[in-house]
């Protein structure tokens, strides 16, 4: 019995070390590309050392983008090399769906690299791509910040954001599907289910139950599991390496929002709506005046739901972020040993934080869509 | 962000810190006179400070 513990061990040991080095040789396979070095390279992938460059940095992180930069250097010929790997782009021009891969823009974000794709030239300008009119070599921008010799395309790219969606999604199934599986054999789950088993108890029993009601919870669970266990996945990757900000996409958080919204408004029962445009128990005029506020009040919550999301996500990687570059900034000041001490000391308890933040702020998603939903099925007794 | 601005940032950063403080002291006083209702006043107090944080953001957003 010992013996076979022993092998099992051994053998899951040597699994885990093949994933390793495939996931290594992936990564290298993709790595690697050559810029050169010229006036308009400063966007965020020179040395850092300044504190302007480091905020640039800080806001480039933020932003989603095409494709996986890792570091940067400068080889003995001073080429600015550049380390990452590239993801696929999509996009929709005048002449039809094009698709290539994003090394063909060679880490190029200041417009200056043209991608010829079938008579189509693209650039990408702040992780933006921009399809150039006839004869034009490079986008140029109006004081507006309009471009005046080219024009935004759709977008569809596999960026980074939806790659780390994609691998959520991936890992959620992976995960709840091998715990379903385990209930068949026995009722107690093995290995990480363990986890897993307590978390989706606490959503049932803590979140949905109280808020929408022992008897209509079940419609709901579905949709409260699934942006629970998506949010705290996809913040927790974001304080991965790779840099990872998927909850912290205004767009992501959009979206989020407008499952919320939708789902509490075309469940709402008939007491909701007369709640929000006819009042009960209050005279005539209030009526009338109450009607608009409950209206706006119907999109203030979503709004606030999708703001708070992106906002402390954000500002959760801004912080970290600004408290690693402390390294570097105060340097000259405090010698590097004792910018590095503090920068470590400090990033240690900041990130402590953010794995609570990275569960509150699901616990609290999912608490407050709960929360309406409840408010918009209740069914109220009749005075 | 333009100086109005800032200075709007900073109030409302002000108000949502009386708010938070307040939330969080009555919680804590509630707590320790009934420590059996932690759980309900934990939960209420969260959802409170929320969308008291929700509303602090949002504006700061707008602002911007």
Known sequence: ?383 | MTIPNLVGAGLIVIGAGIGLGQIGGKAMEGIARNPEATSKIQTNMIIIAALLEGLAFAAIFLGK
Not at chain 1, 52 to 68: G, P, Q, T
Not at chain 1, 203 to 209: L, P, Q
């Open chain 1, 1 to 383: 019995m010992k013996e076979t513990t022993h092998m099992n061990l051994r053998k899951s040991g040597r699994n885990k070390l093949l994933g390793l080095i495939s996931l290594f040789v992936f990564c290298s396979a993709f790595a690697s590309g050559t810029a050169p070095k010229s006036d308009g390279d400063s966007e965020g992938h020179g040395a850092i050392t300044s504190e302007s460059e480091i905020s640039e940095y800080i806001l480039h992180h933020i932003k989603d983008a095409h494709d996986f930069h890792l570091f940067s250097y400068d080889d003995s010929e001073g080429h600015r090399r550049h380390v990452g790997f590239p993801l696929p782009v999509i996009v929709h021009t005048s002449k039809g769906i094009k698709t290539f891969m994003s090394s063909k823009f060679h880490h190029d974000d200041s417009g200056h690299h043209v991608v010829e794709k079938d008579g189509v030239a693209l650039v990408k300008y702040h992780e933006k791509i921009y399809e150039l009119d006839q004869g034009a070599h490079r986008v140029e921008f109006d004081e507006a910040h309009h471009p005046t010799n080219a024009h935004a395309v759709l977008d569809l790219s596999v960026t980074k954001s939806v790659f780390g969606m994609l691998l959520v999604f991936t890992l959620l199934i992976f995960w709840f599907r091998r715990h379903a599986l385990q209930y068949r054999k026995n009722s107690i789950p093995k290995g990480f289910s363990r986890i897993l088993e307590p978390l989706v108890i606490y959503v049932r029993d803590e979140i949905a139950k109280p808020n929408i009601g022992e008897k209509q919870y079940r419609k709901f669970i579905g949709f409260l599991m699934t942006v629970f266990f998506f949010i705290w996945t996809s913040n927790l990757l974001g304080l991965m390496p790779f840099g990872f900000n998927i909850t912290g996409q205004i767009a992501v958080t959009f979206s989020l929002a407008l499952f919320t919204y939708s789902i509490t408004h075309f469940s709402a029962k008939k007491d909701y709506w007369k709640h929000i445009f006819w009042m009960p128990g209050v005279p005539i005029p209030m009526k009338i005046i109450l009607a608009p506020i409950e209206l706006l009040g119907t999109l203030t919550k979503p709004f606030a739901l999708m703001v708070r999301l992106f906002a402390n996500i954000s500002a959760g990687h801004i912080v970290v972020m600004s408290i690693i570059a402390i390294g570097i900034t105060l340097r000259n000041t405090m010698g590097v040993i004792g910018a590095s001490a503090l920068s470590f000391a400090l990033s240690l308890f900041i990130t402590t934080i953010e794995l609570l933040v990275a569960f509150l702020q699901a616990y609290i998603f999912t608490m407050l869509s709960a929360l309406f939903i409840g408010m918009a099925v209740e069914e109220h007794e009749h005075h």
